[in-house]
């Protein structure tokens, strides 16, 4: 008994000199240190009734280096909408442009205009999170001119019309300037946006963002298929944990099993 507790004593006090050598001043570089982090706002789909469809959206987002260098990372995502203005969703993550990496599912979204709700949901439909969902339908035309208080100009260009996936659509080049010294900028800065709007389905078939800070992204609707979806994308499973996260929740339990 002597030896084992003898053995255990050692064994503490070279742990501790370990633990001592590891975390002398000597050892330690720098402190720990935060990153930088950067996303970007895919394609909005309204909530439009009576214009069911189906189709992939894909992103490709190209950012250009000073030495010349572009990097290049991509993704794609399906996007359902029913004939009551019920979207079903996908979020994926981006990989790098070329490699064999698989752009993986991490949130399903399901949202209800009618009932303003909206879910977010793991990709296995196991766990989701209920918030409240309000979204116009339109939204009013900005003026081009000056915006606010005068630091940004909007200009506006019709490029005209063109057939996207069988579906005629509006194009539209919009770019804003922001003046020298509003965002620590030395000389004006020229954000552009092209849009190919589909009135049919009240949604941008192609979105080019120009975008001298963050990159350019593009966006492409594609795989269009005009019909009611599958109706079981919009249900939940009925052992599926849903944490109500609305703020005038009604139920004392924010837990609650889907029914």
Known sequence: MRRVYLLLVAAFFVSAS?????????????????????????????????????????????????????????????VVR????????????????????RSQVFRIEISDPA??????????????????????????VVPAGEL?????YLSRASLGTKTIEG????????TITIQTGVIGNNAPVENT??????????LNLQVLRLDPLHGDQLFNVTGLRLAEPDQRLFVLPRDC????????????NTAASAR
């Not at 606010?148 to 940004?152: A, I, Y």
């Not at 946006?193 to 009240?202: I, M, R, V």
């Not at 944990?241 to 004392?252: A, L």
């Open 193 to 202: 946006k092209e849009f190919w709007f589909s009135p049919k389905l009240d």
């Open 82 to 101: 029913d004939n009551r203005g019920r979207i079903y969703q996908e979020r994926r993550s981006l990989v790098p442009d070329g490699s064999s990496q």
């Open 115 to 140: 009932a303003h709700i909206k879910y977010f949901c793991d990709p296995s439909l196991q766990r989701c999170e209920l918030r409240s969902y309000y979204m116009p339908l339109t939204e009013p």
């Open 148 to 152: 606010g208080d005068g630091q940004r």
């Open 167 to 174: 579906l005629e659509t509006i194009g539209t080049r919009e």
């Open 18 to 78: 370990v633990l001592a050598r590891a975390q002398s001043p000597e050892d330690v570089l720098h402190a720990p240190d935060g990153n930088t982090m950067e996303r970007i706002a895919s394609i909005t789909i309204p909530p439009l009734a009576n214009a069911p469809f189906q189709a992939t959206v894909t992103a490709v987002w190209t950012k250009h280096l000073a030495d010349g260098t572009t990097t290049t990372v991509r993704n794609h995502r399906l």
């Open 241 to 252: 944990k849903v944490v109500d996260m609305r703020e005038n929740s009604r139920t004392g």
